[in-house]
């Protein structure tokens, strides 16, 4: 039987009509204050379609586009006024930034309260402690896609295949904090396919196009592809793919697709922290 689809957009949808109403009761407004520097059309289209995603979940936007010039003091010197203003309370901030600018120094003083998508070193440290926080959204977003098969994650074993310090370590700590048995893999792991082979959940965060493959999976397991890549397709054009070879799906028992699996949800995540950051 081919394995149930974990449809991140469904559950995205869903999530986005919950905080709809969590704004509405509230009676109080919300708004997203997001930093853009430079003219990257890319950043500039994710932004569009971002101004267009918060209104549909009742949140506001605001863009504070900076200009390509600018250095690491103008564009620190503007996270730490947007820190210090009362009207403002949940930030993010476009990459890429200009290539001599440091992203995480930058990213590290946006205050933790206002750091949405949990880059603040702070806020990756809170994840660890299981304190209240902003969890980095893509880490969030795999958690509740994992959750919504039903598995009891405490006493099962994880494999997280990729170990970068805002996708794959936090989602293993959010899996350490669930109780589960969690192995971390990186490009350096041996014998990788031996180990996910062992796992009841397996995700896929490495950035390889189809690098976990069906005979990598015990059957029935739950697989996340995190992975977003661009590859060319057979007729030339191309096509988003995920690190998750697509005839897995004929081995585990549930499977995120790509697209419309942890993107959505990562989007909705966000908006869920925006609501988080300004309501609580
Ligand atoms: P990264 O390059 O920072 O880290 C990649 C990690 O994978 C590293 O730990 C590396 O050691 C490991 N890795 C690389 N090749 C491997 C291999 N062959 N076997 C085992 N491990 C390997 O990447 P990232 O920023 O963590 O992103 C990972 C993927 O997730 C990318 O495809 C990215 O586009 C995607 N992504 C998706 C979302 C989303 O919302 N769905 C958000 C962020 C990133």
Redesign the pocket.
């Known amino acids: 039987m081919p394995a149930k689809v974990i449809d991140g957009k469904a559950i995205g949808a869903q999530v986005r009509t919950e905080i709809r109403k969590r704004i509405e009761i509230a009676k109080r407004s919300v708004r997203l204050d997001a930093v853009l520097v430079g003219d990257d059309r890319a950043a500039a289209i994710y932004a569009q379609n971002q101004a267009k995603t918060c209104a549909e979940a009742g949140i506001e936007y605001h863009l504070h586009s900076l200009p390509a010039s600018c250095g690491y003091d103008e564009i620190a010197g503007r996270i730490l006024l947007m820190n210090t203003e009362e009207s403002i309370k949940a930030i993010m901030l476009h990459l890429p930034l200009p290539a001599f600018v440091d992203t995480e120094r930058i990213q590290s003083l946006i205050a933790p309260e206002k750091d949405v998508e949990g880059v603040n070193p702070a806020n990756i440290g809170n994840v660890v402690y299981g304190h209240r926080s902003l969890v980095p959204?893509?880490a969030l977003?795999t958690l509740e896609m994992i959750e919504s098969t039903g598995i009891t994650l405490r006493g099962s074993k994880c494999v997280i295949?990729?170990?970068?310090?805002?996708?794959?370590k936090p989602i293993a700590v959010l899996l350490m904090r669930a109780e589960a048995t969690v192995v971390s893999?990186?490009?350096?792991?041996k014998n990788?396919s031996a180990l996910t082979r062992e796992a009841d959940v397996v995700v896929?965060?490495?950035?390889?196009p189809s690098?976990i493959k069906p005979d990598w999976i015990k059957p029935g397991a739950v697989v996340v592809d995190?992975?977003?890549?661009r590859i060319v397709g057979a007729d030339g054009k191309s096509v988003t793919v995920?690190?998750v070879d697509p005839k897995v799906a004929e081995v585990a028992g549930w499977m995120s697709p790509?697209p419309g699996?942890?993107?959505p949800?990562?989007?909705a995540m966000l908006l869920r922290n925006v609501a988080e950051a300004a309501l609580r």
């Open positions: 959204c893509t977003a295949v990729g170990a970068s310090n805002i996708v794959g893999a990186n490009k350096f792991t990788l896929a965060a490495a950035g390889v690098l995190v992975g977003i890549n995920g690190d790509v699996g942890v993107g949800m990562t989007v």
